[in-house]
């Protein structure tokens, strides 16, 4: 069974400063790979997926992801983070084909300081 | 609004009891699934269903119970056999997609279940 591995729980950063969480998967075949945010008191909801094509994902809000598939990694950029940022972040994977059960990350708790 | 709904928001019981929470969706999605969140675990799957009276065991499935009679209603059953029920679940759907092409789960707002 695949395995999705967030390595930072909590992060804290100032407002402008740059931002990556990790993601790293464990299934050598096909995936989808997608990154989800939960704002504090709002529903889950996508930041960026990838599927296929260009590795390179642009999301909503000014997010990125870069699919490196030689890492089996799905890192989550942003280059100057906002306050309004302040939220947890989970990487999600789901093996392609497959009875589409999503896999989640244990999630990662960004504070931006204003 | 299309979306999904789930009631109620909070939800209290007592040790024994089963209780029932509601997930409804007018997305017109075919597929549904529950998950429960629990802090620095993620989500993790309990059920899903991909057609109307089917579904299928998820990774934490014992101590839960679901039903699919209609396409927009999706409601999981906690039983008293779950023996730690208190968490966050979050009620989900999505397209069936073309081969090889898998689609965006949309989640509802969550219920806050706590036993007492």
């Known amino acids: 069974a695949q395995s999705v591995s967030q390595h930072n729980h909590h992060v804290i950063l100032s407002e402008a400063a740059s931002l990556e969480l990790g993601c790293n998967y464990s299934y050598g075949g096909t995936v989808n790979l997608f990154w989800y945010v939960q704002y504090p008191g709002q529903h889950l909801q996508l930041l960026l997926k990838y599927f296929s094509g260009d590795p390179l994902v642009k999301g909503i809000k000014g997010f990125e992801a870069e699919f490196i598939k030689s890492k089996f990694s799905f890192n989550l950029r942003k280059p100057s983070v906002q306050w309004s940022d302040t939220a947890e972040y989970f990487c999600a994977v789901i093996v392609s084909g497959s009875a589409r059960q999503l896999t989640f990350g244990s999630g990662t708790q960004l504070t931006v300081l204003p | 609004d299309g979306g999904i709904t789930q009631s109620p928001k909070y939800l209290f019981r007592k040790e024994g009891q089963n209780v029932t929470l509601s997930c409804e969706q007018n997305l017109n999605h075919d597929a549904m699934y529950w998950y429960r969140q629990d802090p620095g675990q993620g989500l993790r799957l309990i059920y899903y269903s991909q057609i109307v009276n089917d579904f299928q065991k998820g990774d934490i499935a014992e101590g839960y119970s679901v039903s699919r009679e209609k396409k927009e209603s999706f409601p999981l059953t906690v039983t008293s056999a779950q023996k730690n029920p208190t968490a966050f679940y979050l009620c989900?759907?999505?397209?069936?997609?073309?081969?090889?092409?898998?689609?965006?789960?949309?989640f509802g707002p969550g219920t806050r279940l706590t036993v007492l």
């Open positions: 989900a759907s999505s397209m069936i997609g073309l081969a090889g092409v898998d689609n965006e789960q949309f």
